[in-house]
């Protein structure tokens, strides 16, 4: 099979990808698999550092807000939609492949429309209860719609093809082994907290997570290992600032980016998270304990809706950003550690929302629209 991925501008669009690339090399060591990605996004990076082919197109999108730099940026974008298009149709014509595969984010919507224009198979995914614009404009003419979550199906192409499949997970996360990774991580017996904001970083869960672990080193009880993000550049000398030497605490590991997430999780006694959702895909397929903080600015609020789908099943605890101070984590924290028994429970509960066969319900899709295809 030749296949070509295209997703990205976070690792909320790019993971999926990998996952569904990783499993079709898995069943097909042979397959010739591309992925088209946006020139400066993550994926540039994440992309080869997964082992696979990697181009990228020159893409940005639309700002919504009115102010002069905007109105140049959206020129920009203007002309980035014309250039995209040749590249995309460049790229496809050079490759041909046999099927296409988009994950959202701005730079698939070019890729699979023209693919779809070539009358290259495409199908598309969807993360989230409330679809992103580009899935949303693609719902119409893919040959299959797959949906994490049934209710994006009402704000997409009410003709569109939609299979029910839940969220591609990497399968290094779902393999990997407790014992083994705390090994790597060369970790003692004292707890983890794992704690990150989203792919991009998140301030406001920086600010709070800076309070745990200046708390946390007056007693060494925790290991913590800390990612700050693209923006939060700040954290390590803050802690510094506030007399927290990371020389002297090896149990604290911060970093800008975590890579090696599928040990980490696999590591971690509790989690500490935004509510995107592949995260959250994520803490099920490994059974965590979580606090989670829904980031309130995104489209229709929908990290709240995806964070309470796991609070009301009682797989995890949320903590809501207009609550969110250092103190009201480390509380939170505490009470978790308090009775041996919490953790565990969020844990179980989390695991039994796992959906763990996402990525061979995906594999048979592509087959069958192949097959489709063919006949007609
Ligand atoms: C602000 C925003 O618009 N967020 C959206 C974005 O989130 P975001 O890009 O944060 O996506 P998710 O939380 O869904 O996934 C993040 C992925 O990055 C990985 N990871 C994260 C941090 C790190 O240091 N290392 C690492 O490997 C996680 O393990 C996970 O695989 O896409 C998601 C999926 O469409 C949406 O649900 C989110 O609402």
Redesign the pocket.
């Known amino acids: 099979m030749r296949i070509l991925f295209a997703g990205g501008g976070?690792?909320?669009?790019i993971?999926p990808a990998l996952a569904i690339a990783g499993y079709v090399r898995e069943q097909e060591p042979d397959a010739q698999i591309l992925y088209v990605g946006a020139k400066g996004g993550m994926e540039e990076r994440l992309v080869p550092q997964a082992g696979f082919a990697f181009q990228s197109i020159v893409i940005s999108g639309f700002q919504r807000k009115v102010t002069l730099q905007n109105i140049g940026r959206n020129l920009k974008t203007v002309v980035h939609l014309f250039s995209s298009t040749a590249e995309s149709k460049k790229i496809i014509q050079k490759f041909q492949p046999d099927i296409c595969v988009g994950t959202?984010g701005y730079v698939s919507g070019p890729v699979i429309r023209e693919a779809l224009k070539l009358h290259i198979p495409a199908v598309i995914h969807e993360?989230?209860a409330f679809p992103g614009v580009t899935n949303k404009a693609l719902s119409k003419n893919a040959d299959r719609v797959m949906l994490a979550n049934a209710d994006a199906q009402k704000y997409m192409a009410k003709n569109a093809r939609f299979v029910l499949t839940g969220n591609p997970v990497r399968m290094e996360v779902i393999r990997a082994d407790r014992t083994a990774a705390r090994r790597t991580l060369h970790l003692d017996s004292r707890p983890l907290i794992l704690s990150?904001g989203?792919?991009?970083g998140a301030r406001k869960v920086n600010e709070a997570v800076l309070d745990l672990i200046t708390e946390s080193a007056k007693t060494d009880r925790f290991q913590h290992i800390h990612?700050y993000g693209q923006y939060g550049g700040w954290f390590p000398q803050k802690l510094e600032e506030r007399g927290v030497h990371l020389a002297d605490h090896p149990n604290f590991d911060i970093r800008p980016?975590?890579d090696n997430?599928p040990e980490c999780l696999a590591a971690a006694d509790l989690v500490i998270c935004?509510a995107?959702?592949?995260?959250l895909s994520?803490l099920q397929a490994k059974g965590r304990a979580a606090i989670i903080i829904p980031?309130p600015?995104?489209a229709e609020n929908?990290?709240y809706y995806?964070a309470m789908s796991m609070v009301n099943r009682g797989a995890g605890v949320i903590l809501e950003e207009k609550d969110l101070t250092g103190a009201a984590l480390v509380q939170k924290v505490r009470t978790l550690f308090e009775k041996p028994d919490t953790i565990p429970a969020l844990a179980v509960n989390a695991r039994k929302m796992a959906i763990l066969d996402t990525n061979a319900r995906i594999y048979a899709i592509l087959q069958e629209v192949l097959k489709e295809r063919k006949m007609r």
Do not use: D
């Open positions: 976070t690792a909320g669009h993971n959202g993360q989230n990150f989203g792919s991009l990612a980016y975590i997430m935004r995107g959702a592949i995260t994520e980031s600015n995104v929908h990290q995806n």
